[in-house]
Structure formats: structure tokens, C-alpha cells
């Protein structure tokens, strides 16, 4: 079955730099959740859309920003990056329509800020 | 403002043995869903169960089984037979419909041969 796509998977960036996540869910899902796990931390939710609109927004810095396009993919925007914002960037996606709450995590992008 | 807790930080059995995680959480709601998430050494975090709270059939997944104890507002996940690729973080989560999910600390699990 296809699973939750994320890329790049490995980031490495300099201070001060911006950086581009993409996610793309599961065929049909149409929720989309951001997650930010810290080393030996447990996820922490960013910001959510479902069908392309945001639903909720978590503990994002005003520096992040992110968006749902008209084919589902969400892509997180981080500019300014801080050597905090190391971590380990999760994408999950449900079928909220659909009634099927669980999320599903892509493989995750492994930001590391120099 | 939802919470979970796992007592446990980390745990330590011998493969084949059986093994009970505990989580324990707080909610005014009386409609949500409770899931348990593994994150092995790769760090990709795998749907392990989960348990709709209007449910009172406790979960099951194979070798995977939950006890939920709506009332005390508990959800522990027993692993039997356990394998050595049960080896992982293993975290409990929260969730109302469409929301975020709400981790604990988690479990780290360690299955010895």
C-alpha cells in the first residue's frame, strides 16, 4: 500500500537559512499534520490543513509557515533557521471525511542547522 | 488541555516473554481515540493499535493487545511472545476527532535474546 512520502529526507542547512519540507499522503487521504521531534523527545504538533485549509496550529514558530496545495502535498517553510530548529520533521495524513482518524507518518526529514 | 503520561522510561524482557506498557491520560472529553506508536532505531514511527473510546472492546493486532480502562482513563498495550524486532521507543497518544495527536515521554523497550 502506498505510505506517506517526504523529501528530502536528510537536510543539512547553515543558520539563517531557509528550508523547504514536502509531504505527500496516502492517495484519497485528505488531512495533513506536521510534527517536530526533538532529540530523545516525543513528536510535538506543528500545524494541520484538511482539504487545503489549516485546522490547526500548534507550537510553530512565526518563522514556519505551511500550505496545502490543490493536489494534497503540504510543503513546511522555515526561514531564519536556528541551531534549535534541529530535528526530526514528521508528515502524517489521515481520511478525516472518510472517518478514519488514525494518522499515518511518512519516513520523516532529518533537519540538521549548522 | 489533553495530557499523557508513561510512567515507564524504560523496560527490559527476554524475547518471548510477555510485556504490558502503561499509559495513563487526562480529558474532559468523552469522544476520542487512543493509539500506541513505535519508533525503532530507523526513527519511522509505526502504527502499532488503536482504540475508539466509544469502544468498550479492548483492541487487539496480532501479538498486540490493549487494556482500556475508560473510567480510570488508562490504555496499557501487552506485547506476548515479544521479538527481538519489538525493540523500539514505544509511545502512546491522544487524539479527538480530526486533531493532533498528543504523545507521552514514551517507553523505551529493549528485548534481550
Known amino acids: 500500500a502506498a505510505g506517506v512520502i517526504q523529501s528530502p529526507r536528510h537536510l543539512i542547512k547553515e543558520k539563517r537559512e531557509t528550508a523547504t519540507l514536502k509531504c505527500y499522503p496516502i492517495?484519497?487521504?485528505?488531512?495533513v499534520y506536521w510534527y517536530q521531534q526533538g532529540p530523545g523527545q516525543d513528536p510535538q504538533f506543528l500545524i494541520s490543513?484538511?482539504?487545503?485549509?489549516?485546522?490547526d496550529k500548534g507550537s510553530i514558530p512565526d518563522r514556519f509557515s505551511a500550505q496545502q496545495f490543490s493536489d494534497y502535498h503540504s510543503e513546511l517553510n522555515m526561514s531564519s533557521l536556528e541551531l534549535g530548529d534541529s530535528a526530526l520533521y514528521f508528515c502524517?495524513?489521515?481520511?478525516?471525511?472518510?472517518?478514519?482518524?488514525?494518522?499515518?507518518f511518512g519516513p520523516g526529514t532529518r533537519l540538521l542547522v549548522l | 488541555a489533553q495530557t499523557v503520561t508513561q510512567s515507564q522510561p524504560e523496560m527490559s524482557v527476554q524475547e518471548a516473554e510477555t510485556v504490558t506498557l502503561s499509559c495513563t491520560y487526562d480529558?474532559?472529553?468523552?469522544?476520542?481515540?487512543l493509539f500506541w506508536y513505535k519508533q525503532p532505531p530507523s526513527r519511522q514511527m509505526i502504527l502499532v493499535i488503536r482504540q475508539e473510546a466509544y469502544k468498550q472492546q479492548n483492541a487487539t493486532e496480532n501479538r498486540f493487545s490493549v487494556n482500556f480502562q475508560k473510567a480510570a482513563k488508562s490504555f496499557s498495550l501487552k506485547i506476548s511472545d515479544s521479538q527481538l524486532g519489538d525493540t523500539a521507543m514505544y509511545f502512546c497518544a491522544f487524539m479527538k476527532r480530526v486533531q493532533k495527536l498528543v504523545f507521552g515521554q514514551g517507553t523505551r523497550l529493549t528485548i534481550n535474546p
Open positions: 480529558t474532559s472529553e468523552s469522544n476520542y481515540y
Open positions: 490543513f484538511y482539504e487545503k485549509m489549516q485546522s
Open positions: 492517495p484519497r487521504h485528505d488531512t
Open positions: 502524517a495524513s489521515s481520511f478525516s471525511a472518510g472517518g478514519q482518524e488514525t494518522q499515518y
